[in-house]
C-alpha cells in the first residue's frame, strides 16, 4: 500500500492550539506513565484480579455510552466476537499479566519489560501474518532488545528478590506477547467496529474474563470492601478516569492533528516516568543495571518502531493503546 497517497486523518496540516497539544501529549507522556504505579496502589488492598474486572467495567460502559452519544451504532455479533477475542488477549492477557505481577515486581521494572511489545510484534509478524523478512536494522533491534531483557533479569525487582519476583517478570514477558498476538488480531481482523466502540467491547469482554477469573481463584472468599486503604480507592479511580478516560481521549485527538510517529513517542516515554514515579514515589529500586538495560531495551524500540517503509514499523508504536490505559 502506498501510504504516501492514503488520505490523511481530519485535522492534520492545521494548527492547533499549543495549549491544546501540550496537555493532550502530557496525558499520554505522564498519566499513562503513572498507570503502572497507581496499579500497585491499588491491588495493595484490592483483589488484583477484581479491580481490573470492575476498572475496565466501569471505563467501558463510559466509553460505549461516549460512542453510542456520538452516533456510533450498536456492535454486530460478529463485531462483539472480534472484540471478545482481541479484548481477551490484549486485558486479560497482557494487562492481567501486569497486574497479577506487580504483586512481587516493581511497577517501573514492569512497565520496561512492557516496552517489549513491538520486538514481539515484529516477530510475530514477520512469522505468521505478513511474512516480510525483518531488516537489519530490525533483527538488530530484536537482538539488543531481548539483551537488554537478559540484562534486567536478575537485577533488585526482577528476579534478584527470589522465584517470586523471576515468576512476575517471565509472566509480564507472556503478557506482552499476548498483547501482541491482541494488537495483531486487531489490526487485521475484518467487520471490526469503529476504534471507540472497538475498545469499548474489548474492556466490557476483558472485564467480564477479569470477573471470572477472579471469582474462579476465589478472590472474593475474605475480601471485605471496608479493608479497602483510601490510597487504593484514590488510584482505582485514577485509572478509570485519567487512565482510561482522559489518556485514551487525548491519544486519538493526538491521532488527527499530528503524525502518528510523534503521537507513538508515549512508547519511549512511559517506562522512563513509570520508572521515576515508582522511584521516587514507593521507593522501587533505581540501579545502574536497570537504568542500562532501559537505555538499551528503549533504543531497541526506537530502532524498530522508526523504520521506514516497513508495514509493522508504521504500527508497532501504536499498538499500546489499551495496555497503558
Same mark, same amino acid.
Given at each position: ?13 492545521? #494548527? ?7 496537555? %493532550? ?16 496502589? %491499588? ?47 490484549? /486485558? ?19 512497565? /520496561? ?11 510475530? #509478524? ?42 512476575? *517478570?517471565? +509472566? ?42 477472579? +471469582?474462579?481463584?476465589?478472590?472474593? #472468599?475474605?475480601?471485605? /470492601? ?8 484514590? %488510584? ?12 485514551? *481521549?487525548?491519544?486519538?485527538?493526538? /491521532? ?29 529500586? +533505581? ?5 542500562? %538495560? ?32
Amino acid at each position: 500500500m502506498d501510504t504516501s497517497k492514503a488520505p490523511r486523518p481530519a485535522g492534520i496540516g492545521e #494548527d492547533p492550539p499549543l495549549v491544546a497539544l501540550l496537555l %493532550a501529549f502530557a496525558a499520554i507522556y505522564f498519566i499513562w506513565g503513572s498507570t503502572n504505579l497507581a496499579i500497585r496502589f %491499588a491491588i495493595e488492598t484490592m483483589p488484583p484480579l477484581g479491580m481490573a474486572a470492575g476498572r475496565f467495567l466501569i471505563a467501558g460502559m463510559l466509553m460505549y455510552a461516549w460512542a453510542r452519544w456520538r452516533g456510533a451504532p450498536h456492535p454486530t455479533l460478529d463485531q462483539w466476537k472480534g472484540g471478545a477475542i482481541s479484548g481477551s488477549l490484549l /486485558l486479560a492477557g497482557g494487562n492481567g499479566a501486569v497486574v497479577v505481577a506487580e504483586q512481587w515486581v516493581p511497577s517501573g521494572l514492569v512497565a /520496561l519489560l512492557v516496552a517489549t511489545v513491538p520486538l514481539w510484534m515484529v516477530v510475530l #509478524d514477520a512469522t505468521f501474518v505478513s511474512h516480510l523478512r525483518p531488516s537489519v536494522s530490525e533483527t538488530s533491534g530484536l537482538i539488543v532488545g531481548f539483551l537488554g531483557v537478559g540484562l534486567l533479569a536478575g537485577s533488585p525487582g526482577v528476579g534478584g528478590g527470589g522465584p517470586e519476583e523471576l515468576f512476575g *517478570a517471565v +509472566l509480564v514477558l507472556g503478557g506482552s506477547l499476548c498483547w501482541a498476538i491482541g494488537s495483531l488480531v486487531s489490526r487485521y481482523v475484518e467487520n471490526l467496529p469503529r476504534p471507540t466502540m472497538l475498545v469499548a467491547t474489548q474492556m466490557l469482554s476483558g472485564s467480564a474474563v477479569f470477573a471470572i477469573l477472579s +471469582l474462579g481463584l476465589g478472590e472474593y #472468599d475474605s475480601f471485605t /470492601l471496608s479493608r479497602v486503604s483510601s490510597r487504593s480507592w484514590w %488510584a482505582f479511580v485514577y485509572l478509570v478516569i485519567a487512565g482510561g478516560l482522559i489518556g485514551y *481521549a487525548a491519544y486519538i485527538w493526538l /491521532l488527527t492533528v499530528v503524525p502518528p510517529s510523534r503521537v507513538g513517542t508515549y512508547a519511549y516515554v512511559n517506562p522512563v516516568v513509570a520508572m521515576l514515579l515508582g522511584w521516587s514515589l514507593a521507593g522501587e529500586p +533505581l540501579t545502574f543495571r536497570s537504568g542500562l %538495560a532501559a537505555v538499551i531495551i528503549l533504543a531497541s524500540v526506537v530502532v524498530i518502531t522508526t523504520r521506514p517503509n516497513r508495514k509493522m514499523a508504521r504500527s508497532v508504536g501504536q499498538a499500546s493503546e489499551e495496555w497503558t490505559t
